[in-house]
């Protein structure tokens, strides 16, 4: 079992910034890629950033200039540092991991809202 806890939400003014963890816990496999995802209500999950194993990054691009993805592998932790942050980043942000099966697992999700 494979346990992701989101934090570091909350709520914040338009142009300021947040720094989300996703911390790992349990029988954690051998991970090919994690990544962000952020969902509004009534609209489907859409990812955010996504790093490989390998470090390679990838960025929506709402996301591309003002997020940041990173990891701390001796903590099994994924960071998303989100700067100039805008009223339309208010969504729910999930972490992800996917295997080297291509099985998926995700976190609960913590709640960003920006707003004055």
């Known amino acids: 079992q494979v346990q992701l806890v989101e934090s570091g939400g909350g709520l914040v003014q338009p142009g300021g910034s947040l720094r989300l963890s996703c911390a790992a816990a349990g029988s954690i496999p051998i991970i090919n890629v994690m990544g962000w995802y952020r969902q509004e209500p009534g609209k489907q999950r859409e990812l955010v950033a996504s790093i490989t194993r390998g470090g390679s990054t990838n960025y929506a691009d709402s996301a591309k200039g003002r997020f940041t993805i990173s990891t701390d592998n001796a903590k099994n932790t994924l960071y998303l540092q989100m700067n100039s942050l805008k009223p339309e980043d208010t969504a729910v942000y999930f972490c992800?991991?996917?295997?080297?099966?291509?099985?998926?697992?995700w976190g609960q999700g913590t709640q960003v809202t920006v707003s004055s």
């Open positions: 992800n991991i996917q295997d080297i099966f291509a099985r998926g697992y």
